[in-house]
């Protein structure tokens, strides 16, 4: 029978594989789908929420597994690690902030009407923050921009502003239609019964 723990469970391992299979590039490419971590911490909050225990239990996992994947990357399959610097803690917050507010929408909204509508506001302004977030505090603790304002270094990453927030919005979108899918085969199949 399919219970809470089943799905807790197996919602998790398609987090953590979603993580697994697009960490390794940001943007994409012909062979591999962007990055979806935005997308998997925002996701973990919304389905993962209870209790907290397994929430927290659940982020932390997911921290570990980013970590191990991008020291797997660039100490052994020879991807730069122009990004490993002093400002790479920061991403526990930057991921910690979208945990957070999937969980706090997942304990306000349901997935359903107007629910969706703000689930989207609320996915978008976690996006955006945390884009904003990882980026400042890259130009600021990674001391790779010594010699750069803070308007240029503003000017060059506000281009990636659109492909980061929108492909963890389709993600986000796509896991949620899923997730509504789901739970209307299971509905239908214990009415069946």
Known sequence: MYNVQT???????????????????????A????????????LGGLFLARPLRISL????????????IDYYATSVQGISDWCMTPAYWFLIPTY?????????????????????TALALAAWAASSFAFAFSNATFY??????????????????????ASYVSM????????????MAADIVGRQRSHSH
């Open 168 to 179: 963890a919005l389709l993600y986000i979108f796509c896991a949620v239609a899923l997730h």
């Open 96 to 116: 910690g902030s979208l945990w957070l507010v999937g969980r706090w929408s997942s304990m306000r909204h349901l997935l359903e009407g107007k629910g969706l």
């Open 31 to 42: 062979v591999s789908l962007p990055d979806a971590s935005y997308a998997v911490f925002f």
């Open 7 to 29: 799905r807790t469970i197996a919602i998790f391992a398609a987090l953590a594989a979603l993580m697994a299979a697009t960490r390794f590039n940001h943007f994409g490419s």
């Open 57 to 68: 239990a659940a982020f932390v996992v997911l921290i570990l597994e980013a970590g191990l």
């Open 140 to 161: 600021l603790f990674s001391n790779r921009f010594a010699d750069m304002s803070a308007v240029e270094y503003t000017s060059r990453v506000v281009q990636y502003y």
